[in-house]
């Protein structure tokens, strides 16, 4: 057998492996995007998902600083229902109640941790930490206290268009401490105090970014 002989099948195989390559590599991009994990454009979606859930979960929280009833009711789709504390029934009857609350505190301050949230398709379910500080005049005896409270909200969520809502809400109570203020709310400066809605300067400032100012 001839050196050219000898070479023709080496030559053969040599192109063969370099056809197969881009074959391959292609073969493993698309298995990536569709196999094991699930396709791209699902992962982009729930991670899209799961980051609108979270600023729902931070508007709650912002709606009850700002005794924002309209920021409170958005978060909810009209027949969810809600369990927290004293309360067991719609979550519409949930934020009047929740308002009554809120409207007799000089401060609040509700803080959310620990978020984990599980995405299927149009429906989500959530854990998160909450942590609450509320300024209050002293149930007993004249002067301020402050109220803490810490717990947890397990929540159910629906896509309906392109807006997630909480469509069943379960909120538990872990710890809450009272304590004296040490310093009166009203001794602060003036200018200085977080106020609530449509008063407080997150209104104006976000007009003003909206406009483009």
Known sequence: ????????PLRRHALRAMIAAPIALAAGAAAAQT?????????????EARQEITELLHAYARGNDRADEAMIRACFWPESTHRHGRFDGPSSEFVPFAMRIISGLLYAAHHISNVSIEVRGNRAFSECYYFAHHRRPAREGRGEEDAFFEGRYIDRHERRGDEWRIIQRRGL???????PAATPFASWPEGQHS???????????????????
């Not at 001839?2 to 070479?7: F, M, N, S, V």
Request: net charge negative.
């Open 35 to 47: 196999g094991g994990r699930g396709n791209l454009a699902a992962r982009l979606d729930a991670l």
């Open 1 to 8: 057998m001839t050196d050219d002989e000898l070479g023709a």
């Open 173 to 179: 109570s872990d710890y809450s401490a009272v304590v």
């Open 195 to 213: 106020l609530r809605a449509p008063n407080d300067d997150y209104y104006a400032m976000r007009r003003a970014f909206e406009a483009g100012d």
